[in-house]
């Protein structure tokens, strides 16, 4: 398996696509935004006018997509992949989309005679940058186990959830308890330093305690710089957060509603470009705080 395609080259598809490249893959590579097709280019990728031309001899199709609708389109429409792969071509999405989508998209390739698996990914770019991924599959494990060598160039660890779906479940569950733990976090911190407590402390406690998180420590380089560089965007979690409720819209989920209400406030106050873990600026706001480390 050596001829790939790869649809959809943001921040996280570029570097995935690039270790690819790296790793001796042949990979063409199809995305709107010229610059980062271009940029591809430039250490080796070959660029394809559509995904259904990106797609023609591919062995794989990988892609890394903001919404189903973008998904759908590149895999089903009449410039689609599945206009030109032949029988045997695996689809392997590392996109965060709702599992319903999965399993139609799933039913359509295996019409075709092509396989599918849902791979959504956590690790954001610096885990895709340096190959550390972890990867949620849904799917056939015999198709996995045909892909895994590809994947090892992208992933830390590789996560078989289960049937085609089951790595969206797995991937939406995750990012609500990433929005969850955000949110409170923010909520509380913010409360602590407007009351006088010192961020550095509370930190330094909260980490050695059952209170310490991953997202603790990620707000090191995200809220609690200067410079709050955004690598997910409010408007993605937001996003993930609506398919996410939707999927569990039948049991009581009060907690994730009242987050995803949070996220919608951030995104009409403008903020829908920022990091996610920018929504604790809701609070700084209301508060009259900053959330910033000492230099």
Known sequence: MKNVAF???????????????SAGFKVTVFDPNRSAVDELVSKGAAAAANPKAAAEGADAVLFSLPTPAILKSAITGADGVL??????????????????????????????????????VSGGVAGATNG???????????????VT????????????????G?????????NLVVAINTVALGEVLAASVKAGGNLEVLCDVMSAGMA??????WFQK?????????????????????LCLDEFS???????????????????????GKDSTSVSEIYEELLGVRLQAAA
């Not at 550390?132 to 045909?146: C, I, N, P, Q, T």
Request: proline share 4%; charged share 20%; aromatic share 4%.
């Open 7 to 21: 649809i959809g080259i943001g921040k996280m598809g570029a570097q995935m696509a690039a270790r690819l490249v």
């Open 83 to 120: 206009a030109s792969l032949n029988k045997g071509a695996v689809l392997i999405d590392f996109s965060t989309v709702d599992p319903e989508t999965t399993k139609a998209l799933a039913a359509e390739a295996a019409e075709k005679g092509v396989d599918f698996l849902d791979a959504p």
């Open 132 to 146: 550390k991924l972890v990867v949620m599959v849904g799917g056939d494990a015999a198709v996995l186990e045909r």
């Open 149 to 164: 060598p590809m994947l090892n160039n992208l992933a830390g660890r590789i996560v078989h959830c289960g049937a085609i």
């Open 166 to 174: 089951a790595g969206q479940l797995t991937k939406l569950s995750h």
């Open 212 to 217: 310490g998180s991953k997202m603790l420590d």
């Open 222 to 242: 995200t809220l609690f710089t200067a410079e709050r560089p955004a690598f997910f965007a409010i408007d993605l979690m937001n996003k993930d957060l609506g």
């Open 250 to 272: 039948n049991y009581p989920m009060p907690l994730g509603q009242l987050v995803k209400q949070t996220y919608n406030a951030a995104r009409a106050k403008g903020m829908g």
